[in-house]
C-alpha cells in the first residue's frame, strides 16, 4: 500500500497533468470540427451536397424548354405582325398600303375592325416655307430691292441639334402663316379686324427677321413656298415636287413695325 501512495506520489509531482477519468458521459472540451462534405469522414456512402433547384424555364427539362421557347417566339412574331397590320389599316394611305392594302384588309377584317383614325385629319406631306424680301433707301434716296431671305431655314438652322429649341423657333412663322391664310380671301384681302392684324403681325416678323437693316427698310413682301415631300427611294410613287409660290402683297413698314430701339429710314427722317 505504501508503495502504490509513493509511486502516485512520484507521478503527480513529475509536472504532467493527471488526465481525467473517462466516464462516458461528459462532453469533450473546446471547439469540435464538422465534417468537410465529401470528405474521409463522411464515410465511402455518404451523398454530395444537393444543388438547388432551377426556376422558371430553368426548372423543366429540356424537351419542355424547346417548346416554350419555340411556342414564345410564335407567340412574339404574331403580335408584331398583328400590330403592324392595325397600324397599317388606320394609318394614312402611304405607299406600303397602296401596295399591300389587301393583304391589311384580308388580316384585319372582319375581327379587327377599327372605325377610328390614328392621324387626324392627316399628316402634312408638304414642306411650307416663309421667305421675304424688303426694300431698302440708301442715303441718297436710291433704291434696292434685296433679295428673298429664307425665315424657316433660319429656323430650322437654330432647331438643328439643339435639345431644347424655343417655342418662337418652331411655331412662330408656321402660327402666322396660318393666322394669315384663315384671315384673308384668295386675293389677300383681309376679312376684318383680324385680317388687318394678321397683317401687322407677320410684318412684324419680317422687321424682327431684318433688325440688323431695319432703319433702311421702306417695304416688305412676303412669300410662301411649298414643296411636295419627295417619295423615298425605294417606292415606285412619282409625285412633282417642284415648288409652288403664294406671294404677298407688298406692304409700307411704319415705326410700330420696326424693333424697339430701330431708327425710321432715311426717306422718313428727312420728311
Not at 473517462?22 to 462532453?27: H, L, M, Q, S, V
Not at 405607299?95 to 392627316?122: C, I, S
Request: aromatic share 6%; hydrophobic share 40%.
Amino acid at each position: 500500500m505504501d508503495a502504490y501512495v509513493e509511486k502516485g506520489a512520484a507521478d503527480a509531482d513529475d509536472g504532467r497533468p493527471t488526465p481525467p477519468a473517462d466516464t462516458g458521459n461528459e462532453a469533450p472540451s473546446g471547439p469540435v470540427a464538422e465534417p468537410v462534405p465529401g470528405s474521409a469522414a463522411d464515410g465511402p456512402d455518404a451523398s454530395p451536397a444537393a444543388e438547388p433547384a432551377g426556376v422558371g424555364i430553368m426548372a423543366l427539362s429540356m424537351p419542355y424548354q424547346v417548346v416554350l421557347a419555340v411556342a414564345l417566339a410564335v407567340a412574339g412574331v404574331f403580335a408584331c405582325v398583328h400590330l403592324a397590320m392595325v397600324f397599317l389599316h388606320v394609318a394614312p394611305s402611304n405607299t406600303l398600303t397602296k401596295r399591300h392594302g389587301q393583304a391589311v384588309d384580308d388580316w384585319v377584317y372582319p375581327e379587327f375592325e377599327q372605325n377610328w383614325k390614328l392621324f387626324a385629319p392627316n399628316p402634312l406631306q408638304q414642306n411650307v416655307s416663309v421667305e421675304v424680301r424688303a426694300e431698302l433707301v440708301a442715303a441718297d434716296g436710291s433704291r434696292r430691292t434685296t433679295g428673298w431671305i429664307d425665315l424657316t431655314a433660319q429656323d430650322a438652322e437654330a432647331i438643328r441639334h439643339n435639345p431644347m429649341p424655343s417655342h418662337a423657333q418652331q411655331n412662330e412663322l408656321r402660327r402666322a402663316v396660318d393666322f394669315y391664310l384663315n384671315s384673308h380671301s384668295e386675293d389677300h384681302t383681309p376679312n376684318g379686324m383680324r385680317g388687318r392684324l394678321s397683317e401687322e403681325y407677320m410684318r412684324r416678323i419680317a422687321m424682327l427677321r431684318l433688325a440688323d437693316r431695319s432703319g433702311d427698310v421702306e417695304r416688305v413682301q412676303l412669300r410662301t413656298v411649298t414643296r411636295a415631300v419627295p417619295a423615298p427611294t425605294w417606292s415606285s410613287e412619282k409625285n412633282d415636287t417642284a415648288p409652288s409660290y403664294r406671294d404677298f402683297p407688298w406692304w409700307p413698314v411704319t415705326d410700330a413695325d420696326r424693333p424697339a430701339g430701330a431708327g425710321r429710314s432715311r426717306t422718313e427722317a428727312g420728311r
